[in-house]
């Protein structure tokens, strides 16, 4: 419950009570007036007129006007009474309310993390909460000197099944697949299903390489009687390629890429299951293999980093830059991060694409601030990185290696992230925001939370997704989206920035809104530090926005 609701509930308490005692107040009043001119008639009836004595004598012969002098106590006390009997109802009431509205969050939250950890259309977990699981499983194989299996299963011509019979009947068959492969698994095993017709299997313990191909076998068996999709019959085959811990990798990442070389080898020999080896790999696809290639990627530095400088509108100066990936690669050229990121974050390779980009990225801004140029820089961070335990000491050691204070760091996170586990991540934000460096919403707009929901952590700046500001001249919805999270950024003392600032009346009408900060091609591309270190000497010449 949120503050202010309990503000207004206990004040509506308080109301009750001075309206209770107003009403007691008047009653006191007219019985005395009653008294004084019961009293007077009194007199003037034994005396024949309205004197001293007689009102003296009719205060003490008259026993009708003994009772009347009662009243004014009787309402004093009534009116004690009745406020209390309604500042206690009041008090149930907030009670009450403050109850149903905690019952609420809690549902809305718990909904939140049930979507950002499963799967929609069968309501498996998903890719993200079956890494979580696998991680959790290696780490007590690990310990325990146990094997683990970990399958990725996909199904055979689904394309070709989805493209005759319809999105609808494709959406039918995952889901009658889901509840066969989940009825074919132990309930210790996790089956999630990864997005398109791919479904992994974890199987957290495993006494040998035959326990798995045994498990394999029973879900291709489960597969085996035809599918009913209202009427038409259909048969259904799937390739599942199989990898064990420790045999074929020792980090979830790995075994993942693994499993699905050996899923790839499985649909080649057309066999229904494979265990990995190594000479699959050549038959695999790009997106398998570029997953392979990067852990080397970066032990050679193939990566390369730009630029985005975020302007400040009140001051015209940059005095912060958002740090890009991209990948150069040696046969492929130069691999966009849209690419190769989700690919990191499929295998785990994240947390050392991560630290890679923030070694580099802080290395430059120190030595940037060595040759008298004052920059902070923003790093892209994601979700699997809130849960990796050494990344506040990771962080704070290179801050502390290039002589940067923490303020220098701005940590871009978009509020998915958070939402997958939400305890975690809040914990390690809080820790990372009291040494200094800043939280910044990435993407927002595009997720389940709402900003007063975030409010709650150390966040400091919110980014108004570009999908909104892009075409916010021609898109009154997208405008309006907008001016709100604006606003609310504002109300709850964050800074907010506009990025996919592409035009000049863009620019211009995030400028009156008094959005605080503009990125995007209006104000520069992505430039490399070079290029960027030149670029920040014409920031002074930048035509300042009329009137703001
Ligand atoms: P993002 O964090 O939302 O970054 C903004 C993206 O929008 C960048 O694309 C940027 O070049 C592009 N952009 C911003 N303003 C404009 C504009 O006015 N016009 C156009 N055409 N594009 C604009 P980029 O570099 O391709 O990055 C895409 C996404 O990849 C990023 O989205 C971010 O989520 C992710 N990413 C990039 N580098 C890293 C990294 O080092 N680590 C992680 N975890 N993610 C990264
Ligand atoms: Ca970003
Ligand atoms: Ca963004």
Wanted: contains cysteine; hydrophobic residues 45%; proline residues 3%.
């Amino acid at each position: 419950m949120t503050q202010s609701t309990l503000q207004v509930l206990t004040s509506n308490a308080k109301l009750l009570k001075a309206s209770a005692s107003k009403y007691a107040i008047y009653g006191v009043l007219i019985a005395v007036a009653a008294i004084v001119v019961a009293t007077g008639m009194a007199s003037y009836v034994e005396h024949g007129s309205i004197s001293l004595d007689g009102i003296i004598s009719a205060q003490q012969n008259n026993v009708a006007l003994w009772l009347l002098d009662l009243t004014p106590f009787g309402f004093a006390l009534w009116g004690q009474y009745v406020s209390n009997v309604m500042a206690f109802q009041a008090g149930a009431l907030v009670v009450d309310q403050t109850n149903e509205l905690r019952a609420q969050a809690a549902a809305i939250e718990r909904r939140a993390t049930y979507e950002v950890t499963h799967d929609r259309l069968t309501d498996l977990p998903n890719r993200l909460l079956l890494q979580d699981r696998l991680e959790q499983a290696l780490h007590l194989a690990q310990r325990d000197q146990l094997s683990l299996a970990i399958m990725i299963m996909d199904l055979d011509r689904f394309k070709d099944i989805n493209d005759a019979l319809g999105r609808e009947q494709g959406d039918r068959l995952l889901k009658q697949v889901a509840a066969r492969v989940q009825s074919a698994v132990q309930e210790t095993e996790t089956v999630a299903r990864s997005g398109g017709d791919e479904f992994l299997v974890l199987l957290p313990t495993i006494a040998n390489e035959n326990a798995a191909i045994q498990s394999a076998v029973a879900i291709g068996n489960a597969l085996k009687a035809a599918f009913d999709l209202g009427g038409s019959k259909l048969d259904v085959q799937a390739s599942v390629g199989i990898a064990i811990y420790p045999d074929h990798g020792h980090s979830a990442d790995e075994l993942l890429q693994r499993a699905e070389v050996a899923m790839y080898g499985a649909k080649q020999e057309k066999s229904g299951y494979a265990v990995y080896d190594d000479k699959q790999e050549i038959n695999s696809p790009r997106r398998v293999t570029l997953a392979g290639e990067l852990r080397q990627a970066l032990e050679q530095d193939e990566l390369l980093l730009q630029y985005h400088p975020k302007l400040d509108v009140r001051t015209n100066q940059v005095t912060e830059l958002e740090v890009l990936s991209r990948w150069r690669h040696p046969r492929h050229g130069v691999i966009p991060p849209d690419e190769f990121i989700p690919l990191a974050e499929r295998t785990g390779l994240i947390k050392l694409v991560t630290l890679w980009v923030l070694k580099k990225a802080l290395h430059q801004v120190g030595e940037w601030a060595r040759a008298g140029i004052d920059v902070g820089v923003a790093v892209n961070i994601s979700a699997q990185d809130l849960h990796d335990e050494d990344l506040y000491d990771r962080i704070t050691g290179l801050l502390a290696a290039n002589r940067l204070p923490a303020d220098k760091l701005v940590l871009e996170i978009t509020e998915t992230s958070i939402m997958i586990d939400k305890e975690r991540a809040s914990s390690m934000l809080r820790r990372l925001a009291e040494t200094g460096i800043r939280i910044s919403i990435d993407d927002f707009g595009t997720g389940y939370s709402s900003l007063a929901h975030l409010s709650i952590l150390p966040v400091k700046e919110v980014k108004i997704d570009k999908s909104f500001v892009i075409d916010m001249m021609s898109n009154p919805k997208h405008a309006k989206i907008v001016r709100a999270i604006v606003d609310l950024g504002h109300n709850l003392d964050m800074t907010v920035v506009g990025e996919g600032v592409v035009t000049e009346a863009v620019y211009r009408e995030l400028a009156r809104l008094q959005c605080d900060s503009l990125q995007g091609d209006h104000v520069s591309t992505p430039l490399e530090a070079e290029a960027l270190a030149e670029w920040l000497l014409q920031v002074p010449k930048l035509k300042k926005v009329q009137g703001i």
